[in-house]
């Protein structure tokens, strides 16, 4: 039966049966994400190498091991079949790896968090690269960006290590028919999480949960557990996705870990660990 018609023959406004969208979340593997949201579908932050491509990354914990640890569940092809657009949180190799440099098409839309970024990934050949700003527009969704600590303030004040760790963006997704999304990006716990939990009051949140750490230093350069337990006690009303775990040399956290976190801490209703290939629902 054809609604449109009948409404239209009754003199009834089809406004009432306006689409209304279901994002999806496909985690694909460490942070990378195929997202379609608002009908619109963005491929965030692409490290699409087989397993064991590179080098451990040098200063790290457990840097003999080869990245990435584990393999995609499809091809890189299929990954990114049909995607709209790109979000680059920041240009570190397990977020933009060199064979996404080079198997994504030159044209496609690229979302990075500053102008030094923008530079870089023009210089990849890239012609279309754009800055988030607050409510950057693409094709009726609204990004944000928001900030955040890619280590700690030790971390920070060594000079050659604040150059390596730079910054790291998160985005929030808004859309008029969508739950609103926010991804946390590759941030330790601090001010600019509450901000934008606070800012945007986030249906569904993404952590990065691997607790990354490198040799001879204190605390981790991304979330953790802990932080999981945190954000649902901050949120309560949002749902929370943990990724970036088991496919990089650094992280300390399992998707085991965090599992058996969840089940002792009752969050089971709240949070999901996907595993690569999963397509959540929201």
Same mark, same amino acid.
């Given at each position: 039966?054809?609604?449109?018609?009948?409404?239209?023959?009754?003199?009834?406004?089809?406004?009432?049966?306006?689409?209304?969208?279901?994002?999806?979340?496909?985690?694909?593997?460490?942070?990378?994400?195929?997202?379609?949201?608002?009908?619109?579908?963005?491929?965030?932050?692409?490290?699409?190498?087989?397993?064991?491509?590179?080098?451990?990354?040098?200063?790290?914990?457990?840097?003999?091991?080869?990245?990435?640890?584990?393999?995609?569940?499809?091809?890189?092809?299929?990954?990114?079949?049909?995607?709209?657009?790109?979000?680059?949180?920041?240009?570190?190799?397990? #977020?933009? &790896?060199? *064979?996404? /440099?080079?198997?994504? +098409?030159?044209? $496609?839309?690229?979302?990075?968090?500053? =102008?030094?970024?923008?530079?870089?990934?023009?210089?990849?050949?890239?012609?279309?690269?754009?800055?988030?700003?607050?409510?950057?527009?693409?094709?009726?969704?609204?990004?944000?960006?928001?900030?955040?600590?890619?280590?700690?303030?030790?971390?920070?004040?060594?000079?050659?290590?604040?150059?390596?760790?730079?910054?790291?963006?998160?985005?929030?997704?808004?859309?008029?028919?969508?739950?609103?999304?926010?991804?946390?990006?590759?941030?330790?716990?601090?001010? #600019?999480? &509450?901000? *934008?939990? /606070?800012?945007?009051? +986030?249906?569904? $949140?993404?952590?990065?949960?691997?607790? =990354?750490?490198?040799?001879?230093?204190?605390?981790?350069?991304?979330?953790?557990?802990?932080?999981?337990?945190?954000?649902?006690?901050?949120?309560?009303?949002?749902?929370?996705?943990?990724?970036?775990?088991?496919?990089?040399?650094?992280?300390?956290?399992?998707?085991?870990?965090?599992?058996?976190?969840?089940?002792?801490?009752?969050?089971?209703?709240?949070?999901?660990?996907?595993?690569?290939?999963?397509?959540?629902?929201?």
């Amino acid at each position: 039966m054809k609604i449109r018609p009948i409404l239209l023959a009754l003199g009834l406004s089809t406004g009432l049966f306006q689409t209304a969208y279901a994002f999806d979340y496909q985690h694909i593997r460490n942070a990378t994400a195929k997202i379609t949201y608002g009908g619109t579908t963005f491929l965030v932050d692409p490290y699409l190498a087989p397993k064991g491509t590179y080098t451990g990354f040098e200063g790290t914990v457990n840097s003999e091991k080869r990245n990435p640890l584990i393999d995609m569940k499809q091809s890189a092809k299929e990954i990114i079949k049909d995607i709209d657009a790109v979000i680059v949180t920041h240009t570190h190799d397990d #977020h933009w &790896d060199k *064979a996404a /440099q080079e198997m994504l +098409p030159k044209n $496609i839309p690229v979302f990075v968090q500053n =102008a030094g970024d923008a530079k870089i990934i023009r210089g990849q050949g890239f012609t279309d690269v754009r800055v988030v700003g607050k409510n950057t527009d693409f094709n009726g969704v609204k990004l944000s960006k928001t900030g955040g600590q890619h280590g700690t303030d030790a971390m920070y004040a060594v000079p050659q290590l604040a150059e390596l760790a730079g910054d790291a963006m998160g985005v929030v997704f808004r859309h008029n028919k969508e739950k609103t999304l926010y991804i946390a990006g590759d941030t330790l716990w601090t001010y #600019h999480v &509450d901000h *934008a939990l /606070q800012n945007y009051r +986030p249906d569904v $949140i993404v952590l990065n949960t691997g607790e =990354a750490k490198l040799q001879g230093f204190e605390g981790a350069i991304i979330m953790g557990r802990q932080d999981v337990l945190t954000a649902a006690q901050k949120a309560p009303n949002a749902q929370i996705v943990t990724v970036h775990m088991d496919a990089v040399n650094h992280a300390t956290v399992s998707r085991r870990d965090l599992r058996a976190f969840v089940k002792a801490n009752r969050l089971g209703k709240r949070v999901s660990v996907p595993k690569e290939g999963e397509v959540l629902k929201y």
